[in-house]
């Protein structure tokens, strides 16, 4: 029987994720995948600054660019009657603000899934090449005190043995189903049709280019869906009727209901699948069983209005990867998971709801229960705090005692910090002549970062018995800070210092020097780690 470290159910965008970032931090595990190749339909597209700041620490960034389209073209949103006919409106996303680009060192990418998937797939595979295995089915699983021992289908009755599973397979997710763990919310909001088509769309979007082009017709709520701006398109019909199973949207018929909302009779159409869905949003009352962890769309299932299903997903296995790794390196103790839960759960079910009111205010809804013409809520595509403000209260957090930053709101606005729970905020520093960002320092291990007199908080960290980086930033430190806003950022004086967890979390602040920093960092550590 096979053994490894973690098995990952599902190679969607999520389960290959958690590939990549637990072979990073040097964790074995097997990673099953159903089907024989990655995802052929182009489902999600926006991968959100927050996403891509994870991606570049996995080392992908470069590549998910290279695979999609650079900002500019895909720059505004736009409602039309018909992609010829008269616009009805024509904005500019907030996420894509000047204030909003500050915020981080990436910006968002556009890259459609089917284009994503290969690209994690392949880094997956470099990093573990044993790891991933495509055409591969879990199809049952037994956990015990110990460890997980799961059946898979490729070859009759081959077993593997694990100390823990992340089930990232999916929204009907049969791992989730058979651990018993309930789904909360609605479970069908409407039905669409998610159709892939190859055509010339040139002369109608070429002056506009546009993320997102939703049409707006008394019987016809759709969206085109950019992937490469020319000539290869999704397309969403919404608001299909309840009752039917989506067989009767034969080929010609949804050539028909591209030419309709296009606005062009006679424009050339080749359909290349379609595949009905229905939206969602519910979200699991636990995402924990045991050895067992839900991650992506088997822990919550939301509606694609904003785009936050494959972000909130990866921003899950991020939080999960390091734990797992501390606990199985016995770096940490086994409470140290718990803190999965309590720290994604809350997320999940936040974005999910606000996902919910995006739908329902571009009129996505049963047909006939929503209204003629819906132009969507100002947070929608605006939800910079969403992005960003993910704050986390658990035992891997100590609090400050210091309220959350002040914002008028929390789902559009973002103020960075250093408040422990929240993002590291981003500050451009200079490491040997070549600037970084604090991002970068992060992704490995715990980092603390000092001011320019927090000298003793190094050697504190020096002594430790637990192994983590100690940076000095300021004059005469290990790295500079030529714009002077470091401190000011991070909200700590120059004999403070901010703790960081891997996954680029603040665990602990101290705003200036303590009578004993060696006693404060070793109380620190080992409660974040759940050592005590
Ligand atoms: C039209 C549309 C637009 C969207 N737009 C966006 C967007 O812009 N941004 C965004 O963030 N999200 C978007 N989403 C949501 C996004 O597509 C999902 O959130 C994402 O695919 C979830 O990834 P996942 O890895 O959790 O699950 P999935 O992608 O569903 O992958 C699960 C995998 O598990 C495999 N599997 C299942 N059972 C087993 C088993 N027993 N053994 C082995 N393998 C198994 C499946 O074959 C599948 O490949 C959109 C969705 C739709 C439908």
């Known amino acids: ?117 290969p690209v994690l797939r392949r880094h997956a595979e470099s990093l573990a090449p044993d790891g991933v295995r495509f055409d591969t089915e879990l199809t049952s699983f037994e956990q015990d005190a110990t460890g997980v021992t799961a059946t898979l289908r490729e070859r009759a009755g081959e077993r593997v043995r694990a100390r823990y599973a992340i089930a990232a397979d999916g929204a ?79 080929r010609a018929r949804c050539a028909a209901a591209v030419r309709q909302a296009a606005g062009v009779p006679g424009l050339d159409v080749e359909i290349l699948g379609a595949v009905p869905w229905v939206a969602a949003a519910q979200v699991a009352e636990r995402y924990r069983r045991g050895r067992v962890f839900l991650a992506g769309d088997a822990a919550h299932h939301m509606p694609p209005t904003g785009g936050f299903g494959l972000n909130t997903g990866v ?95 929390p789902i559009t606005e973002y103020r960075p910090s250093g408040r422990p729970g929240s993002r590291a905020a981003h500050a451009w520093l200079e490491r040997a002549g070549t600037r970084c960002s604090t991002l970068d320092l992060f992704g490995r291990g715990f980092v603390l970062l000092a001011g320019a007199r927090g000298a003793a908080w190094c050697e504190a960290a020096g002594a430790s018995d637990i192994s983590l980086e100690a940076l000095r930033i300021g004059p005469g430190g290990d790295l500079g800070d030529p714009q002077g806003r470091w401190l000011e950022a991070w909200e700590i004086e120059a004999e403070g210092a901010v703790l960081v967890r891997p996954d680029g979390q603040v665990a602990w602040r101290s705003r200036g020097a303590v009578p004993d920093h060696e006693a404060e960092l070793r109380r620190v550590l080992r409660r974040v780690l759940s050592l005590s």
């Open 1 to 117: 029987m096979r053994e490894v470290e973690v098995l990952i159910v599902g190679g969607g965008p999520v389960g290959l994720a958690a590939s990549i970032l637990l072979s990073r931090f040097g964790v074995s595990s097997l990673l099953v995948e159903r089907h024989p190749g990655t995802s052929i339909h182009p489902k999600a597209r926006g991968i959100n600054a927050r996403t891509m700041e994870i991606l570049r620490q996995c080392g992908v960034e470069d590549s998910v660019r290279a695979a999609g389209l650079p900002p500019e073209r895909a720059k505004f949103i736009v409602w039309a009657r018909s992609l010829a006919g008269e616009e009805l409106e024509r904005r500019i996303p907030g996420r894509a603000r000047e204030d909003a680009i500050q915020i981080s060192p990436v910006r968002n990418c556009l890259c459609a899934q089917d284009d994503l998937e």
């Open 315 to 409: 921003q899950d296995v991020h939080n999960l990867a390091w734990k797992l790794a501390a606990v199985l390196h016995a770096r940490a103790g086994p409470a140290l998971l718990d803190s999965y839960e309590d720290e994604r759960l809350p997320c999940g079910r936040a974005i999910t709801e606000q996902s919910l009111m995006n739908a329902r205010s571009l009129g996505r809804g049963a047909p006939g229960e929503v209204p003629a013409l819906a132009l969507g809520r100002p947070e929608f595509l605006n939800e910079l705090g969403m992005i960003f403000g993910a704050t986390y209260e658990s035992s891997a957090v100590v609090p400050d005692g210091t309220p959350p930053p002040k914002v008028d709101n």
């Open 172 to 250: 009907r997710s049969r791992v989730r189903e058979a651990l018993g763990i309930a789904l909360h919310g609605t479970p069908a909001l409407y039905r669409s049709i998610n159709i892939l088509l190859n055509a010339d769309l040139t002369p109608w979007v070429a002056h506009r280019p546009a993320a997102l082009y939703f049409i707006e017709q008394p019987g016809l709520k759709a969206t085109f869906l950019t992937i490469n701006g020319v000539n290869r398109w999704g397309f969403l019909i919404n608001n299909l009727p309840p009752d039917g199973d989506g067989d009767e949207y034969t």
